[in-house]
């Protein structure tokens, strides 16, 4: 099978769900094997949340990749990889771009993007790493009750090449992530530059309530750590800690 082959589907429901299913029946995918389309019908964002999408508005494409020698542990690296890809390519477009952590695109304080990724594990290492972008192109208008969302073309005024936009983010995350392969300590300090709110004293909630912190860093694997103002260090997993935005 060509390597990185993108493929074009009008209408699915899911294009994770797409290539999770296509491995389940024994389908051989390259690594960046491509998916993307005009409208999910069941579009799922992280725990199940719903991803708003007008129909041919949105960039919505799933990747694949078999990082067969690495570690569950160290699988971090790759939604660093994704995520950089994202904001690299949007930055270079607008500016004032970051990761919310752990891999949410931001302009200014508004979500743009977000990502999902899903592994099949064997033997202590990732054998399919599936990973699902949604990026608001060219919708203008947003009827969810999502609090914060911003499009491409909110923020230019323009129309944008959304097979362009795809190119250029994959490029990007092609690099990346052998980037990562090779050396993520470097990988790992740019992820850092781009973070949302970092070293901002800001407003958060976890388990205890609401509290006042600035993020101080977030370990290689993926642990976020808050420090409150009385010098204490909260140290969060995913979805243990919400932003107050």
Not at 5 to 25: A, K, P, V, Y
Not at 213 to 218: C, K, N, Q
Request: glycine content about 10%.
């Amino acid at each position: 099978m060509e390597q990185g082959l993108i493929t074009f589907i009008d209408e699915c429901t899911s294009t994770n769900r797409l290539l999770l299913d296509g491995i389940e029946r024994g389908e051989s995918y390259a690594d960046f094997h491509t998916i993307y389309t005009s409208f999910q019908s069941c579009g799922y964002g992280q725990v199940g949340n719903h991803w708003e999408s007008e129909k041919g508005k949105n960039l919505l494409f799933s990747t694949v990749v078999h990082p067969v020698t690495v570690k569950a542990s160290e699988q971090f690296f790759i939604s660093e990889a994704i995520a950089l890809a994202v904001a690299e390519t949007l930055d270079a477009e607008m500016g004032s771009v970051s990761v919310k952590w752990p891999n949410d695109i931001y302009w200014k304080e508004k979500k743009i993007a977000g990502i999902l990724i899903e592994n099949n594990l064997s033997g202590g290492g990732i054998k399919d790493c599936v990973i699902g972008v949604g990026l608001n192109v060219n919708q203008k208008v947003f009827r969810s009750d999502a609090p914060n969302p911003v499009s491409m073309l909110n923020i230019t005024g323009a129309e944008h090449n959304i097979r362009r936009v795809l190119g250029t983010i994959l490029e990007n995350f092609r690099r990346n992530f052998y980037d990562g392969l090779t050396g993520r300590a470097t990988l790992h300090a740019r992820y850092m530059e781009r973070l949302f709110r970092f070293g901002v004293q800001a407003t958060y909630h976890d388990a205890t309530g609401v509290f006042s912190g600035r993020i101080t860093s977030v370990e290689p694997d993926g642990h976020l750590h808050i420090t409150s103002p009385d010098g204490r260090d909260r140290r969060y997993a995913f979805k243990e800690v919400q932003y107050i935005l």
